[in-house]
C-alpha cells in the first residue's frame, strides 16, 4: 500500500509505504491510499501509540519483576527510544524501536 500524503509547505504530495520508504511517483500496480492528516494530527495519533507501547512494557521496570539487570537495562532503551521517537521525526513516516 502506498500513502498519498498532501505536504503543505512544499503544496506537494509525496508517497510512502508502510516501511517509512519514499517513492517520486506510485510504482506500478500499487494501490494508492490517501492520507489526509494535518501534521498535528499525526503527531497526535502517534503519541496514542507510543503510550500504549510504553504501557505494555511498563512491568520491566518494576523492582520485583525478576528480569536481569541486562534485561532491564535492554527495556530502558526501548522505552526511551519510545520516549524520543517525536525527535526529528518526519511526522508522516514512523519507524518503531524494536522490542528487546
Known amino acids: 500500500m502506498i500513502y498519498r500524503i498532501f505536504m503543505p509547505d512544499s503544496i506537494a504530495f509525496e508517497y510512502w509505504d508502510d516501511e517509512g520508504n519514499q517513492y517520486d511517483a506510485v510504482p506500478e500496480g500499487e494501490i494508492v491510499s490517501d492520507r489526509p492528516y494535518t501534521e498535528a494530527q499525526a503527531m497526535s495519533a502517534l503519541r496514542l501509540v507510543r ?50
Open 51 to 100: 503510550n500504549q507501547k510504553l504501557a505494555d512494557c511498563d512491568y520491566t521496570q518494576l523492582p520485583d519483576v525478576g528480569l536481569d539487570a541486562q534485561t532491564v537495562a535492554a527495556w530502558q532503551t526501548y522505552r526511551q527510544a519510545l520516549r524520543d521517537i517525536t525527535d526529528g521525526l518526519i511526522w508522516n513516516v514512523t519507524t518503531w524501536p524494536a522490542k528487546p
